[in-house]
């Protein structure tokens, strides 16, 4: 009681206020809790107070049942829907870690490295025969005698 008498008290008129709708709402939330203490004091115990619940509430039985929630999606007709629940159930992982298998076998079998190797030289080659003689042209420059064309 001696708390309820050091609270100062709002009067009805500011608390109807609009800026004062949240406070309102607030001492109304408390003043019910109390009402609730008060009306169950004699029943409710202190290890009802101080204890955690030891019970899980779960509005459906979906996850009690492992069930799949939601839409499925069957032959590829929804590849989202299909790559969500891959992953979600962890089979995308395992699935995943093949194929970067299988790519790296791959790749390592593909084309040998002194086989890319000559393929290379052998473009550079070609590639310089081709220039080659537009070079030369460049390196040996008209006599100053002769009137270059424009």
Known sequence: MSSKMNKV????GILQMKFMSRTKEKL???ADEERGRA????EITDKMLTETVKYVLEPSYVPCENLIEGRISYGGMNPDIERILDIESGADIAKREQQEAAKQAQMQTDVPDAEMAR???SV????NKKYDSHKKRLQHPLPLNIKRSK
């Open 9 to 12: 008290q709002l009067s009805k």
């Open 28 to 30: 109304d939330k408390e």
């Open 119 to 121: 393929f290379y030289t």
């Open 39 to 42: 009306l169950y004091a004699s």
């Open 124 to 127: 550079v080659h070609t590639m």
